[in-house]
């Protein structure tokens, strides 16, 4: 048994170096309407990444979204689920992602899923 076990642990940590296995993240963002005259509430699951990650997709209920790093730069997306995140690379570092809301709409949600 401790030799089987041994093994799948090799195949699955030779995996992960050829990249066939390989670490996802996922970056998950609300967004809810506040009442007349008070601001929106934003909430976000923090990501930090030690490599490069490329975003596979995006998911949700939203207006567009944007990504907030570490060091304060915005990357806008202007579409619902926008396709024109997909393939964008973001380096090594933190980051969060908040939805826009459609218009009508009081909550609005995004996921990011990253590779």
Do not use: H
């Not at 030779?14 to 005259?37: D, F, K, N, V, W």
């Not at 490069?52 to 304060?72: E, L, P, R």
């Not at 218009?103 to 949600?109: C, D, E, G, I």
Request: charged letters at 15%; one cysteine or more.
């Amino acid at each position: 048994m401790k030799t089987l076990i041994k093994t799948s642990l090799i195949i699955v940590l030779m995996l992960a170096g050829t990249g066939i296995i390989s670490a996802q993240y996922t970056i998950r963002g609300e967004q809810t309407r506040g009442e007349p005259g008070k601001n929106a509430e934003l909430k976000c699951s923090n990501v930090s990444v030690n490599k490069t990650v490329t975003i596979k997709s995006v998911s949700g209920n939203n207006a567009g979204f944007w990504i907030v790093d570490n060091k304060g730069k915005v990357y806008n997306f202007w579409q619902p689920n926008d396709n024109s995140a997909l393939g964008l690379k973001l380096p090594p570092g933190a980051y969060k992602a908040y939805p826009n809301l459609k218009q009508n709409n009081n909550k609005a949600s995004v996921i990011i899923y990253l590779e």
